[in-house]
């Protein structure tokens, strides 16, 4: 059967669905293929936090510009998609906070310094749930669920092979996250999917509304969630099983439990993990793939998937239209491996 889109998302976690939706307000016609189980991208915090991500990787001004700017896009992007944006301080205790706040500030975030606490206003939180749902929501039938099974180069397009029909259209937008390349795809993608790096996260929900924003420290995060919050994470590289685990669970709970400088007390908690997709420089590959016209990433973004969604969905819709470049696209680029 032959699709009535031009344009085919492999994936359906946050950059699959921010790519979708922002060529989906662009007028154009796509659908996605969602395998309809849980990703990694759920299985997080949601935070959109540019101060604290560079400076607790003490990262480039190059980086903390590229951040700083796909924050910047969250605000009418979560507008147009429903997506609900929470805009409140998100604090660091404990470790070095003299040098978590001076990195903020030579970066150009604001920062303030109270003892071992630093505050900055500068970082915001959707929650995954609502976000994937609501964008889900504003694409309608232009979801559709089922598994796609190979991807092959036609002589006027591709072939996308899913468990349910035949798709033949003109783009395809890999946003498959830490799986395994799709039969099919050129060699030279096959490898570059090869070498993305699993590294497998866990967090803990709870009903317990433990904070009322953002509180990270040396081994945990504390962030409102619902009506109660999330704790988290763990980044444990080369490991792809989502069973979740009981040790790792309460080394978490106890840095949790000192970060927010409290005794602990019973919680009723659900652990889950999920994986997601590093690459060597830590930033997702975004724009034109190799193996012919038509071929575009969106994936592998490490911890920073929900930060930089619309910033990888305005690259890659940039190049399916053949627009100019962003100046933060060649950062992205999957041809700089």
């Known amino acids: 059967m032959t699709s009535s889109s ?4 492999v994936g359906a976690g946050v950059l699959g669905l921010c790519t979708a939706f922002e060529l989906h307000r662009r007028g154009r016609s796509v659908l996605v293929v969602d395998p309809g189980e849980a990703n990694a991208s759920a299985v997080a915090a949601g935070m959109i936090a540019p101060a604290m991500e560079a400076a607790i990787d003490d990262a480039s001004p190059e980086r903390a510009a590229l951040f700083r700017a796909s924050r910047d896009l969250w605000p009418d992007f979560a507008q147009a998609a429903g997506i609900a944006l929470a805009r409140r301080p998100a604090e660091w205790r404990g470790g070095d906070a003299a040098g978590i706040a001076a990195r903020m500030r030579a970066l150009g975030f604001e920062a303030s310094l109270n003892g071992d606490r630093v505050v900055t206003d500068e ?12 964008m889900k929501a504003a694409l309608g039938d232009a979801v559709l669920i089922g598994r796609v099974e190979a991807v092959r180069r036609t ?11 035949e798709l033949l259209i003109d783009n395809v937008v890999l946003a498959t996250g830490a799986e395994s390349a799709v039969l099919g795809l050129p060699q030279a993608v096959r490898d570059q999917v090869a070498a993305i790096q699993p590294i497998r996260g866990q967090i803990g929900t709870t009903k317990q509304a433990l904070t009322a924003h953002v509180v990270r420290g040396p081994g945990a995060y504390v962030a409102p969630m619902g009506t109660g919050v999330v704790v988290g994470a763990t980044m444990e590289p080369g490991r792809r099983d989502t069973a979740p685990d009981a040790a790792a669970g309460d080394r978490l709970l106890q840095a949790a439990w000192r970060v927010l400088g409290r005794t602990p007390e019973p919680l009723e908690i659900e652990w889950r993990a999920g994986v997601r997709g590093a690459t060597a420089d830590s930033l997702p590959l975004a724009g034109a793939a190799a193996g012919g016209p038509g071929l575009f990433m969106a994936l592998a973004p490490r911890r920073n998937g929900w930060l930089l969604g619309p910033l990888v969905g305005e690259v890659v819709a940039d190049a399916i239209e053949g627009r100019a470049a962003s100046p933060h696209a060649r950062a992205l680029d999957p041809g700089r491996f």
């Open 6 to 9: 031009s344009i085919v998302i």
């Open 155 to 165: 002589a006027d397009g591709w072939r996308v092979e899913t468990d349910r029909r």
């Open 123 to 134: 970082d915001y939180q959707v929650d995954p749930g609502q976000a994937l749902a609501a």
